[in-house]
């Protein structure tokens, strides 16, 4: 965003271009919700002296002095000029409400474009178009066209669908739950999450973001941002579209396309992002990172009055990156002092059913006090001798004396409103299901985590460049965008180790390079045009010399006969790896239409084809974040030396993910590239074999 | 005055393109040019109008008078075979009528290029073969052949041995990087060892390969939901009927492509819209298209048509239409004159 972008949600004066007092229209809507403002509305429109009472004019050219928002509900092929003329009189923040652009069709979507033109030149801040508005509640501002206002708060949230907003902040309502901005975005034409997030960072009185997106618009600049956000704001988010259904849905309703799951989990992860599952969860989240202060560490302690919750936290403990927190001989001697005989001083707590106000209030206080504790989660159930409302006034007042975060678990019915309320004022959530409970908790300790992450530069390695160029050229003359193992060199010019060999186009030749091979060699069929040279018989291992000849023709007949008019280019004569000492690993690329180059690695075979055990992360790769690619997959102990193996050479596995980083970011053209197998031996790797796809045009 | 037929042992060879790019070139040496194409065998389709569009472009191309009943005496649709197997039809009277167009026309040439059907043995019939028809007129033969495997060898031989004297030699067109060197140097040295000079070998040229999407929306009977590029080329189809994820991968591969898939395909048409090698969408089933999608469309230039037909009957339509390659424009002729001077010996074929 740019200069003025304060009046976006903080205007002094704010146009609605289309204002009426016509019954059920938009423009009327947004004028009531508009009866609130602090500050100035200023109607424009050409039919009307005045709207609600307020003097009205026929365009912003009319209007003395500046105006910093103007709100557009006119019918589209208006709101285009309107917009123009706006921006030309130096309004520098618009939100289009009105729908008719690029969700539509391709009518709309030039038109969409023209707004987009429009922006460009004139620095233009604007949302939308087809947005439900935006709102602030510090002045409170509605400029929105839904039923209710928020309540205020310090959380601030956009979202890609505008419905789900009226909903959320029905419900909000009811919950006590309020916000300081929120943004519809719209078609996101000009201002995308990316740029709110930016924003929002530097508001002050925003502590928390939140957002429903169903696409991210440039996911590497998302990130990069992001990053910068979450150290000091927290973004909580839920992206739809994740399942293949949901995908569907997605394209359907705002033309986004399905990036990978995998992408955006990755994606979001390396932007710091906390990620909720649901709505729920969205909640959740937002509302204990505003109240609760961040732990220092992930131990836990529980603290119950049932014995059967306090195993449910504590089974849901294990489910988490929290741990349960051992108690210091203190801790023990104090509740085992305070505690009656059948009680249970160790984690989790058991005070018994007959506690009274007296012995839990007791409990809560030692438990903080003691240094291995970080967190805690206190539940209940409903007993005689137990008023809830001094318990939650107990909690309340603790947790602000030991500054550590709490979660409640106040389990009932009626008889938990008050309590809740009493809770909520003081930013303590409380659950029934003590499982969320916990589930905040590890938000938190994940946010506290983002936090400490420090973000590494990637690696540059010294690479030729030209070479690989050239080689990706090749795909220049070709009916298709795929390359193979004539491609091979590539990797050797980004220094990825691969093994010595050829490729030779009659058999006298490939006995003459078999011989300058020690050993045995391995020989494939090259054509870009059989993807699966193993299943046709396209791949000869272990050829002796003497053999080679006869191997040639095979493979050559074999492909002509599986695919004839496939190019042949020739036959690769290759070294043996050995694969006996070895792991083979898949080291691959995708480039994810949201977040740009994907780098992909897991075990080979089975671990990748049936289990799925990969992990992945957004280009370009830091060395830390290779490092914490062999971490995340299951199959990590058979790398490093499990059923008798010798461990393989890690720090080479990290190296090619990196190399392989800078190639793919050096050259866009690269869509998709898999090289499988990368040999993991305990001296080094080897790349053994490559596919890839590029795009031409962007050689 | 030289008489020139072109004959191919199969479709889709290119004779139309290399007949007219012949012409055009005798025409720039200041030689007067006459152009006929006796057994009229492609038919505009849908309308039901018997006209062959070859001859309407010849005559655009080589500015000819003649009429189109001259340049094309013979419509040999499927009407006039069943009728000629009925008897109705009178060879004589045929050949007369072939003979006497070809006189008009000759008057004012002294070059006649002579298309034959799309393939020589048509009109066999009738004993109107592409032989006949080069007795009739007194015509060397130039065969024209693609070459997609050394099979296709003995299918050009038997060619070669029915035409006889009347054979002046092959020209092989569109040849697969694959097969060229095979064929300069064995095929062509084997060809001469067997009396059949080759006057040229032409190299497969993307550029002419494929039809403009206007020419498939046509034939497709479809509507034309965004985009007015009928231009664009298209040289294969693919079909989106597999996962939302996996579509991406799979159409990225390819180059120069039409992505057939259902009006109810969100995922898969947006897919499509993101892989650089797509260059249409063609929607099936009569449905349309999400407006999302269709302005996303808009927004990446790929114009997107609707269809009535089903997926399957579409991608084989499509196919078919792909493999035949129409040559309707000026522009595909205009590379074939250059495909011809870099590769063919033009003046020994045109004497």
Known sequence: ????????????????????????????????????????????????????????????????????????????????????????????????????????????????????????EYELNLVGPNSLGVMSTPAKMNATFGPDAALPGSMSFMSQSGAFITAVIDWANDQG???????????????????????????????????????????????????????????????????????????????????????????????????????????????????????????????????????????????????????????????????????????????????????????????????????????????????????????????????????????????????????????????????????????????????????????????????????????????????????????????????????????????????????????????????????????????????????????????????????????????????????????????????????????????????????????????????????????????????????????????SVQRLSQLVTDFPAILELDINPLVATPTGVQAVDIRLTVDPDQL | MNTLLLASTQESTGKTAVALALGQLARADDRAVGYMKPKGTRLQSNVGKTLDADPMLARELLDLDAEMHEMEPIVYSTTFIEGAIRGQEDPEELRDRIEESYRDIAADADLMIIEGSGVYTTGGIVDLADDDIAELVDAGVLLLERLDSVGDLDRILGAVDRLGDRIEGIVFNAVPDSMYDLVESDIVPYLETRGVPVYGVIPHNRNLAGVTLSDLTDELGGQVLTGENGDVFVERVLVGAMSGESALSHFRRTKDAAVITGGDRADIQRAALEAPGVKALILTGGFDAPGAVLGKAAERDVPVVKVQSDTLATVERAEELIRGGRVRDARTVEQMRQLLHDHVDVDAVLR
């Open chain 1, 177 to 655: 739950i309020g916000f300081k901005d929120i943004a519809s975005l719209g078609n996101k034409a000009v201002l995308d999450e990316t740029d709110f997030i930016t924003f929002w960072h530097e508001d002050e009185a925003t502590e928390v973001i939140l957002a429903y997106l169903e696409g991210i618009d440039d996911g590497r600049e998302f990130i990069d941002t992001a990053r910068e956000v979450t150290k000091d704001t927290p973004i909580v988010m839920v992206k739809s579209g994740r399942t293949e259904a949901g995908a569907q849905a997605a394209s359907s309703h705002t033309g986004t396309i399905a990036g990978s799951e995998q992408a955006y989990e990755a994606g979001l992860d390396q932007a710091g992002v906390l990620r909720a599952e649901n709505v729920q969860e969205l909640f959740d989240f937002a509302q204990i990172l505003e109240g609760q202060p961040v732990p220092a560490g992930n131990q836990v302690a529980v603290i119950s009055n049932a014995g059967g919750p306090g195993v449910m936290a504590t089974d849901a403990i294990g489910d988490s990156n929290l741990e349960m927190a051992n108690f210091t001989d203190e801790t023990l001697r104090q509740l085992g002092d305070s505690l009656p005989d059948g009680a249970n001083i160790y984690n989790p707590v058991d005070t018994i059913g007959d506690a009274d106000n007296e012995r839990f209030r007791t409990a809560i206080d030692i438990v903080l006090a003691d240094p291995n504790v970080d967190a805690a989660i206190v539940l209940s159930a409903p007993v005689a001798v137990l008023d809830y409302d001094e318990l939650a006034e107990d909690i309340a007042t603790l947790q602000a004396e030991y500054e550590k975060p709490v979660a409640a678990g106040l389990m009932g019915g009626e008889r938990t409103a008050n309590p809740e309320e009493i809770l909520g004022d003081h930013g303590i959530p409380n659950y029934f299901d003590p499982a969320r409970g916990v589930q905040s908790l590890d938000a938190l300790v994940t946010y506290r985590n983002i936090t400490d992450i420090e973000y590494q530069a990637p690696t540059t390695y010294d690479v030729d460049r030209e070479r690989a160029a050239e080689i990706l050229h090749a795909v220049e003359g070709r009916d298709t965008n795929r390359l193979g193992v004539e491609a091979m060199g590539l990797l050797d010019a980004y220094g990825i180790p691969i093994p010595e060999g050829e490729i030779v186009d009659t058999p006298g030749d490939a006995e003459t390079v078999a011989a300058s091979i020690e050993g045995d060699v391995v020989m494939k069929i090259v054509s870009p045009d059989i993807l699966h040279k193993s299943d046709i018989g396209g791949v000869k291992v272990g050829v002796p010399g003497e053999e080679v000849r006869d191997a040639y023709e095979d493979l050559v007949t074999r492909a002509k006969n599986y695919q004839p008019d496939a190019t042949i280019l020739g036959v690769q004569v290759q070294e043996m790896v050995d694969l006996e000492s070895g792991s083979e690993t898949i080291l691959g690329m995708n480039r994810d239409p949201q977040f740009g180059p994907l780098i992909l690695f897991g075990l080979g075979g089975i671990f990748v084809e049936i289990l799925e055990d990969t992990t992945v992360r957004v280009a370009p790769v830091s060395e830390r974040e290779a490092e914490e690619m062999l971490e995340d997959i299951e199959s990590a102990p058979l790398l490093r030396g499990a059923r008798g193996r010798d461990p393989v050479d890690e720090a080479a596995i990290t190296e």
């Open chain 1, 1 to 120: 965003m740019t200069r003025g972008a304060r009046g976006l949600f903080a205007p002094d004066r704010v146009a609605v271009v289309g204002a009426t007092e016509r019954e059920g229209s938009i423009g009327q809507a947004i004028m009531e919700n508009l009866q609130d403002f602090d500050g100035e509305v200023i109607p424009l429109n050409p039919k009307r002296d005045e709207v609600f009472g307020i003097p009205a004019y026929d365009d912003i050219t009319d209007v003395d002095g500046d105006v910093d928002l103007a709100v557009i509900v006119v019918p589209p092929h208006i709101a285009v000029e309107a917009t123009r003329q706006l921006a030309e009189h130096g309004v520098a923040n618009v939100v289009v409400i009105t729908a008719g652009f690029g969700e539509t069709g391709s009518e709309g979507a030039a038109r969409e474009r023209e707004l987009q033109d429009i922006a460009a």
